[in-house]
């Protein structure tokens, strides 16, 4: 930890007694080391102007602290989450300082802050199903709803979401070959979740460019037969429901919740008030 008038690490340019001194307690808590946000978006905000657009007109809607670390350890580009205790925002990158080729992930996790901060729900997982089954369950009902809000948003600024949509759908189909038809409820819900996902932004795409066909949902189909007729039940009650406001947002992951018979084993919360 740097002296009291040494620069402060987060390469801020001020001393570290007038900077992150006072926060020294919580940045122990972050496995990470910790940037000043002008340090880490310098380069992006130079290189894309769909980047720029985007931090000019929206950051300040985001009131709660933003702590912007580094951590090598990632296995995605990105990752952000809410830190309830502290109630401030964190986002970790395996790359600093970032270059255009982040633009799009860094827009997309700062337009969720906003989200939260307007009470869009998400889902978390109660310690019990967290210690004895897929940890990223939570995580992929909670993008169901949020990620096509968030990239919506994001049209005007001039992202391209097909290039996204399609790198994703690359390693989601890889992943997906490797599996077998999900039968435990746990494994239902994960995949009708990814199934709605593919589906809602591929709606959200299309407002940009039409495509005639989804070349990932037919593959979905055909991979899991038995399968895709009741996520696509989901997905026509889940349009026909709406899911573009806070409430609407929540009556769907309760219901979804329920029908897996999961309610002991999920939750919805809505930050800052949930812990």
């Known amino acids: 930890m740097a002296e009291r008038n040494e620069p402060c690490p987060c390469m801020s340019g001020l001393k570290y007694k007038k900077c992150c001194f ?22 992006l905000l130079e290189s894309s102007p769909q980047f720029k657009s985007f931090y000019e007109a929206e950051r300040s809607k985001i009131t709660r602290n933003i702590i912007w670390a580094y951590d090598p350890e990632l296995d995605s580009n990105v990752r952000a989450t809410y830190l309830p205790k502290i109630k401030e925002n964190l986002i970790a990158f395996n790359n600093l300082p970032l270059s255009s080729e982040d633009a799009f992930d860094t827009a997309h996790e700062l337009q969720h802050f906003i989200c939260n901060e307007e009470g869009y ?8 199903l967290a210690a004895q089954t897929n940890s990223n369950l939570a995580a992929a009902l909670s993008s169901s709803l949020n990620d096509p809000i968030v990239n919506k948003r994001l049209l005007s600024f001039g992202f391209d979401l097909w290039a996204q949509y399609d790198k994703d759908s690359a390693k989601e189909k890889a992943f997906m070959e490797k599996t077998a038809e999900p039968q435990s409820p746990t494994e239902k819900l994960y995949f009708t979740a990814y199934y709605v996902t593919k589906a809602l932004l591929w709606d959200v795409c299309c407002l940009s460019s039409a495509r005639n066909s989804n070349d990932f949902l037919e593959w979905y189909d055909s991979h899991f037969p038995n399968f895709s007729a009741e996520a696509r039940e989901t997905l026509a009650w889940i349009k ?30 809505t930050y800052p008030v949930d812990n």
Request: one cysteine or more; hydrophobic letters at 30%; charged letters at 30%.
């Open 240 to 269: 026909e429901q709406g899911y573009e406001t806070p409430e609407k947002a929540e009556a769907v992951y309760t219901k979804l919740i329920t029908r897996f018979e999961l309610d002991k084993s999920l939750k919805i919360v």
């Open 22 to 43: 006072k926060r020294e307690l919580i940045l122990k808590k972050i496995p990470c080391q910790t940037y000043h946000e002008s340090y880490v978006l310098q380069n």
């Open 121 to 128: 729900p998400s889902v978390k997982l109660s310690e019990l």
